[in-house]
């Protein structure tokens, strides 16, 4: 084949599959199967390898994933990416309405309703039609540099237009703004491979999609098959005719061939808001994606510049999002669980029910109280409620609807894994199998102290735990330093990969810090912020161990029944013999991280409240301990600053009762820029 018939080749195939991702990812309406668009894909890899004078960098073939960064840089964007103001009721968005209607000195505002999807926000730049840039929200003024991974997202153009029906110019310059996301079926496809290998199942497709966007692999992003909608029209140069609303530039991303959002509306009046909103809300729960309300904008951009925006939200948006879900159904089962403290945990067994667009069989009942105080019986109809967690609770018992007397639960005082006794000690709610050596319990302590927050042990996952438990190979979480090659090789799908892959990272996890292994020795009490202050007091293992009461009660945040708690835990024979287990393994006793001397949050207190938009609170409570101050959960007079994210409630009402300085996200992380930290 000559250059010519190859260079024309290439050319048809990048059409041929551009015009099947659109059909397929934007039109839902695939024409071809995977398999025979995997064909063509290899086709063109195949041809552009042999010849890369053809490469392009806009090529399909380009969605598999170039080369790993080393890491992510910085970009800020050209236009803020701010967070929304929400509500939650029909008379709160009557009260938006009002205030934008006064502001504008108009009897009507018409606006434009979109369903708000649950994903992870990205900006995308396209310099004469080609994809430049794709970022993440960041802080809203920067983010990360991820356009190698959002070109593996197939309903992304690498370059505009996509649609042969387009007529118009090109623009010089494009920002938009969207929302990558998982959707529910590959969400599980995702989960199903992360268990076999042994691997943390991700908590929602919010997460895995947040999870995937910071990979350093765009090859591993692409494997993932993320999604993504345009909702956002933040630049545009070069065009003759100019956009002057939000429903023309819908129209407008539509042409080049983006992928808008599928549900969004024109509305005349808060009223027709109102009425889409209610129509929306009996259709969210049949989507193949998460969404949690509908963002409400006023329809003309000339608007937006007279309302403006507060330091954090635009005044001229706002998202209204719908309460916690619930669902009626019965309870056929209470299965008891045993997790790694040895609490007996109700779990209840469904009649399937779907809420929130997910079929629901199973539902926390919390513990033995609770049963109690619900009078729950098996063969009852109860209401159950999802509010953003993964398993639902059950909250009411419809008592009423019990035809016939049903037999009252009796919470077990024998462990249903090894029969030992099972008990409340003290003054505990919980019910725990007093039997150490519970495999149950071995299996939950080893989970623990692998887990990502404590040794973070690569490649020891919750599969791999449950095999090495139930063979004998691991009888204490000590047993992990322990296991030799030949007693697992032989596992199920143990391959020689995998087992190099797990002895390296247990090989790895004995230089973790100490603040990490005080918290995944599982102390009962102790979690990640104590584990820190704890290392920093005491600086090893050893001292911490030998520590008295009095001593632990002198110490910020650590209360008397959390040092009774410790106390309590050194003095435990097992304890000790897993403490000796690990020195004789090598495992470092004293590896403290240094705390930054001077900061701004040197010696300050600092509340958290709401949600931040750039980084998680634990997130943020680890980097004020890290430069020296004192993450608190309440608020009071000695609160040096109240970081405010979104949904912020009491917490915000107290400190300006009190006094207490308030700082927005955006200022909150120029602490920590000032601080050194990027």
Partial sequence: MSKKETEKEITALRKEIEKHNRKYYGEARPEISDYD????????????TRFPEFFSPDS????VGGAAAKDFRTVVHSVPMLSLDNTYSLEELKDFDERVRKRLGEEHVKYFVEEKVDGVSISLVYEKGKLSLGATRGDGRKGDDITQNLKTVRDIPLAIPVSSGFKGDVPEYLEVRGEAYISHEQFKKINHE????GLELFANPRNACAGSLKQLDPKLVAKRRLSAFVHGLAVVKGIKQPIQSQSEAFDFLKSLGFHTIERAYLCSDIGEVDRKIQTFHKLKASLDYDTDGMVVKVNQYESHKILGATSKAPRWMIAYKYPAEQAETTLKEIHI???RTGALTPVAILEPVRISGTTVSRASLHNADEIERLDVRIGDRVLIEKSGEIIPKVILVLKDKRSKPLSKFHFPDRCPVCGGHAEKFGE???VRCANLACSAQVKGRVRHYASRGAMDIEGLGAVWIEQF????IIKDLADIYYMKPDEVK???RMGEKSAENLFAGIEASKSRTLNRLIFGLGIPGIGERAAYILAQKFGSLAALAGANKETLEGIREIGPVTA????EFFREKGAGKIIEKLRKAHVQFDLVEVVKAESPLSGKTVVITGTLESLERSEAEKWVLRLGGHPSSSVSKKTDYLVVGLGSGSKLKKALDLGVKQLDEAAFLALLKESGIS
């Fill in 37 to 48: 668009f995997d064909i063509l894909l290899k086709r063109l890899i195949e041809l552009e």
């Fill in 60 to 63: 399909p073939s380009q969605r």
């Fill in 194 to 197: 992360r268990e076999k290998k």
């Fill in 337 to 339: 669980q045993v997790g």
């Fill in 428 to 430: 505990e709610v919980a």
């Fill in 469 to 472: 438990v139930d063979h004998g």
């Fill in 490 to 492: 032989h596992l199920e």
């Fill in 564 to 567: 009774h708690s410790i106390e």
